[in-house]
T-cell receptor, first 115, second 110 residues
Framework: AQSVSQHNHHVILSEAASLELGCNYSYGGTVNLFWYVQYPGQHLQLLLKYFSGDPLVKGIKGFEAEFIKSKFSFNLRKPSVQWSDTAEYFCAVNEGYSGTYKYIFGTGTRLKVLA | DAGVIQSPRHEVTEMGQEVTLRCKPISGHDYLFWYRQTMMRGLELLIYFNNNVPIDDSGMPEDRFSAKMPNASFSTLKIQPSEPRDSAVYFC????????FGEGSRLTVL
């Protein structure tokens, strides 16, 4: 069965610091990968996605993620965080080409950015 | 489009009572998902539908939980009887191209 691991449960950074959140998945086949963000009191929103092609994916608000197939990883990065990036971040995976569309989410990483 | 609409936004009930959560997906979306979010377990997939048909309900925790999708514009998640450990935020999401989430229903079972 698929699973998604996010090893950083809580991250605290100062504004302008660089961010990297880890995400590893377990599935040997073709996958689609996603990062979602949940701002306090709001619903999840798509930050970026990877289906195929260039393994470096750019999303909204200056976020990017790199798919490294050999490491089963899809880490999220941002060079300089802002206070408004305080949120919970979820990595998700579903099987590519299977048509099941069963999205499996990691347990999330809570990011707090100090002004 | 108004997005995925869930009701109620907040529900407080007593143990043993029946709880019904409702979801209206985005028009034209053919997949609908129910997720449960807790601090301990994160975001868990409970069940999902394709064209109103349940495809995978392996995440439904117990027989106390049931979900239906009588038509393309409406789904319910029912808990009967409810227990305190069911307290969580329940999200509905629908998928056309991407997955769109509703605002969630925060359930507290006393």
């Amino acid at each position: 069965a698929q699973s998604v691991s996010q090893h950083n449960h809580h991250v605290i950074l100062s504004e302008a610091a660089s961010l990297e959140l880890g995400c590893n998945y377990s599935y040997g086949g073709t996958v689609n990968l996603f990062w979602y963000v949940q701002y306090p009191g709001q619903h999840l929103q798509l930050l970026l996605k990877y289906f195929s092609g260039d393994p470096l994916v750019k999303g909204i608000k200056g976020f990017e993620a790199e798919f490294i197939k050999s490491k089963f990883s899809f880490n999220l990065r941002k060079p300089s965080v802002q206070w408004s990036d305080t949120a919970e971040y979820f990595c998700a995976v579903n099987e590519g080409y299977s048509g099941t569309y069963k999205y499996i989410f990691g347990t999330g990483t809570r990011l707090k950015v100090l002004a | 489009d108004a997005g995925v609409i869930q009701s109620p936004r907040h529900e407080v009930t007593e143990m043993g009572q029946e709880v019904t959560l409702r979801c209206k997906p985005i028009s034209g979306h053919d997949y609908l998902f129910w997720y449960r979010q807790t601090m301990m377990r994160g975001l868990e997939l409970l069940i999902y539908f394709n064209n109103n048909v349940p495809i995978d309900d392996s995440g439904m925790p117990e027989d106390r939980f049931s979900a239906k999708m009588p038509n393309a514009s409406f789904s319910t998640l029912k808990i009967q009887p409810s227990e305190p450990r069911d307290s969580a935020v329940y999200f509905c999401a629908s998928k056309g191209g991407e997955l769109f989430f509703g605002e969630g229903s925060r359930l507290t079972v006393l």
